[in-house]
Nanobody
Framework: QVRLVESGGDLVQPGGSLRLSCAAS????????MGWYRQVPGKERELVAS???????NYGESVKGRFTISSDNAKKMVYLQMNSLKPEDTAVYYC???????????????WGQGTQVTVSS
């Protein structure tokens, strides 16, 4: 069974930086996409950034120029470098992956449990 485990969430001051990490493990055949979503209670989950196995990236408009996503395919890890953090970045950040798992047909979506990022002075 596939698991995604996030780390790095913390309390940080406005203007500060934070780096999130996510490790994928399990019976993974191939990973197509890894990325990050975030969600505030009562609101829809929104895309923060994603990256494919060939390095193609996609960012949410509100984080462009401030956040950078990267990955290590060999380690099955994805990272999110967050700079110039604002209070409105406060949310639970979820790691996700679209991948092929052993014994299952087609590509499947998997989610981590989330890590809290709080931007406050």
């Amino acid at each position: 069974q596939v698991r995604l485990v996030e780390s790095g969430g913390d309390l940080v001051q406005p203007g500060g930086s934070l780096r999130l990490s996510c490790a994928a493990s399990g019976r993974i055949v191939s990973i197509n996409t890894m990325g990050w979503y975030r969600q505030v209670p009562g609101k829809e989950r929104e895309l923060v950034a994603s990256i494919t196995d060939v390095g193609s990236t996609n960012y949410g408009e509100s984080v462009k120029g401030r956040f950078t996503i990267s990955s290590d395919n060999a380690k099955k890890m994805v990272y999110l470098q967050m700079n110039s953090l604002k209070p409105e970045d406060t949310a639970v950040y979820y790691c996700y992956s679209k991948l092929i798992v052993f014994g299952r047909s087609g590509r499947n979506d998997y989610w981590g449990q989330g890590t809290q990022v709080t931007v406050s002075s």
